[in-house]
């Protein structure tokens, strides 16, 4: 790695590449590793807790050294990110016999495949699949600041206006994995403390509205942005932003990204930190989701259903109309108990569909997403059939659940039942939907009862029993012939090599097959890799109708679990209106309750009327008498 003091080809190519993500770990592809050298080595060794070595010297000093298998490199990954690391993937773009051929000094071609960072996972290995990683941006004009959030994982995009008092409640709600803010806003004095360690400070003119108008035109293919609602210029200049930055990372490719939605002032409560955190409404005092209202009430049985619900309890609803609407499902699967029971059960161990498709979308999937697509529309139409003739109340959900009967029957001919994780592992394409592959795997898997096959036939024609057909790594397939019948070997036998007590030989068709067979596993995965192409492609035709399908899974999976969950624990449907009256007639406290029933202890209800003529209360009682249970109870 050093040549009398000067930088070797090698060196330069990684100080190169380095310096264009001077922010990341660059992890370094060289054949079955990634190499981590320099600062990055000594940055990742003890994060990593792997041992931190030399290769080579470089300007008189020793080179540090670490690195990870490409095998395994997803473990190595998630404790980086988790740590608040960005990674580079810098991939070999080349086989290195390609770069020999120019030279014995010539470096394989190596360039930046992707940037991993806490906003933008897309792996199930790197992420909960019960929870949303949220990518925000937060951008500002002279008259007004805006939030804008995404995720990678399953293509929502939100936007909204913010009060500069209420951002700490917005950042709250949201939770993002990892916050985009100019660099003007990003100082000491920005107000952004409790998210400091999750701030990526991007350049000013990331966030300009201009930019970001015409970024948006561009990736959701409009003349104008009128049909998401009224955004303002720092909404767009945030949302501008978000997109860029995904843009960037995934180096040009875009996930399938639903249009953004603009999140109405005042639609939603708002929260701030501290009543959030003491009210536990997604995590408990200590962190964890356990113990907290979510692992309370949830009983759903999808990720992207428990998603859902925990935006929701993230974000209440503000109207009353609305909220009606999600009780009105929740009713008629309560009182619907083989509706609930059938629904809940198709849902039960389906697969991700906002994930697979995200994946599919960034050129990162394999054939099991794939084949999640095909599990997740089956189930959507085994329960469009079922909520058809269903209570009006679902009549929405089913609306939601696409038809798509050719993409079902495409994936369904081309995939076999449980195909492998990744496309070049092949294997994945069903026996006899393409008979050219069938033919070339038929090559690979049986050349040896082919050349078998041609022995014998060889064997007849000729009239020589002993001939034989045998392999070697000088000479490939031949056919070996005793001196005893040597009078006898066809004219089309071509002679290869002489030996005391046989001569060897070949034949134009023994030539033949011999390539064939030593091509064939090639050709039959590239035939396979061409058809995963193929139906990346339509399927990613039907992606918004995909996304939909995923949506209405989702809302089905809420409602039908809070149904199972009320039966359950006898919990009684509220009535909602738009005064300000507040009554309540023998509440419990949803978390108490359940962690008293795990030792045999009933809860006791109790009353709580803040109707306009009894607005204040004053609560007294002793120590361990139960009145921050009932402050709690009443505010969830």
């Known amino acids: 790695m050093s040549a009398g003091g000067q930088t070797t080809p090698m060196i330069a190519q990684f100080q190169a590449i380095k310096a264009e993500h001077a922010d ?5 592809r060289m054949g079955d590793f990634y190499e981590l050298f320099f600062e990055d080595a000594q940055a990742a060794a003890p994060a990593l807790d792997i041992a931190l070595t030399r290769r080579g010297r470089h300007d008189g000093d020793d080179i540090p050294m670490c690195g990870v298998p490409v095998h395994s490199a997803e473990v190595y990954l998630e404790r980086l990110i988790r740590k608040g690391f960005k990674v580079a993937i810098c991939e070999q773009m080349e086989d290195p016999k390609e770069a020999r051929r120019r030279g014995a000094k010539a470096v394989v071609a190596r360039d930046v495949v ?6 933008t996972l897309t792996e199930d290995t ?4 019960r929870a949303n990683n949220y990518l925000a941006a937060l951008a500002g004009t002279r008259q007004e600041i805006a939030l804008a959030w995404l995720d990678v994982s399953t293509g929502e995009v939100r936007a909204m206006p913010v009060e500069p008092a209420a951002l700490a409640a917005a950042l709250a709600r949201i939770d993002p994995g990892e916050l985009l803010v100019p660099e003007r806003m990003a100082g000491p004095g920005c107000g952004l403390g409790p998210w400091r360690d999750r701030l990526t400070p991007l350049p000013d003119p990331d966030f300009d509205s201009l930019a970001g108008e015409r970024r948006l035109r561009a990736v959701y293919r409009v003349g104008e942005l009128g049909g998401f609602g009224p955004l303002g210029r720092a909404e767009i200049g945030a949302l501008g932003a978000l997109l860029g930055y995904v843009e960037r990372t995934q180096r040009g490719r875009l996930p ?4 953004p939605r603009r999140v109405i002032p005042g639609s939603h409560l708002a929260i701030d930190p501290a009543t959030r955190q003491n009210l536990e409404l997604i995590r408990s ?6 113990g907290s209202l979510l692992d309370a009430v949830d009983r759903t049985v999808t990720g992207a259903g428990a998603r859902l619900l925990s935006g929701r309890i993230a974000a209440p609803l503000a109207d009353p109309a609305p909220i009606r609407q999600r009780l009105e499902a929740v009713s008629a699967l309560v009182e619907d108990p083989g509706l609930r029971d059938e629904v809940r059960d198709r849902l039960k161990g389906a697969p991700d569909l906002e994930r697979a498709l995200s994946r599919l979308s960034l050129g990162r999937a394999g054939p099991r997403d794939l084949a999640a697509i095909r599990s997740g529309l089956e189930r959507a139409r085994e329960l469009r059939v079922r909520l058809d003739d269903g209570p009006p109340a679902l009549g929405g959900y089913a609306a939601g659940l696409a038809e798509l009967e050719e993409l079902i029957g495409t994936l369904g001919d081309a995939l076999v039942e449980s ?6 592992a092949g294997g994945f394409v069903r026996t006899g939907h393409a008979p050219e592959l069938d033919r070339q795997q038929q090559l690979r898997d049986h050349g040896r009862k082919l050349i078998v096959a041609l022995e014998r036939r060889l064997q007849q024609t000729a009239g020589i029993p002993s001939l034989k057909v045998r392999h070697n790594n000088l000479l490939g397939y031949y056919i070996e012939v005793t001196q005893t019948h040597r009078a006898k070997v066809p004219d089309d036998f071509i002679q290869r090599q002489s030996m005391a007590n046989a001569t060897r030989y070949s034949t134009v068709e023994l030539q033949d097959l011999e390539r064939q067979i030593g091509e064939a596993g090639e050709r039959a995965l590239a035939i396979e890799l061409g058809i995963f192409e193929r139906l990346v492609a339509r399927v990613l035709e039907e992606a918004a109708a995909i996304a939909r399908t995923a ?3 989702a809302r089905l999976d809420v409602a039908a ?4 969950l009320a039966v359950e624990r006898r919990y009684a449907r509220p009535e909602i209106d738009d005064g300000d009256g507040f009554e309540i007639e023998g509440g419990r406290h949803p978390v108490v309750e359940q962690a008293l029933a795990r030792d045999g202890k009933p809860f006791i209800p109790n009353d709580a009327d803040l109707s306009p003529a009894r607005r204040l209360w004053l609560m007294t009682g002793p120590n361990m008498a139960g009145k921050s249970t009932f402050l709690r109870q009443n505010a969830l």
């Open 551 to 553: 949506g209405a899974h």
């Open 256 to 259: 399938h990204l639903g249009p």
């Open 114 to 119: 992707r940037v991993v960072t806490p906003g």
């Open 419 to 424: 195909p492998p994780l990744l496309a070049q």
């Open 285 to 290: 005092l200590g962190g964890e989701r356990r």
């Open 561 to 564: 679990g809070l149904a199972a």
């Open 126 to 129: 790197l992420l909960d699949a």
């Open 24 to 28: 990341c770990l660059l992890f370094f």
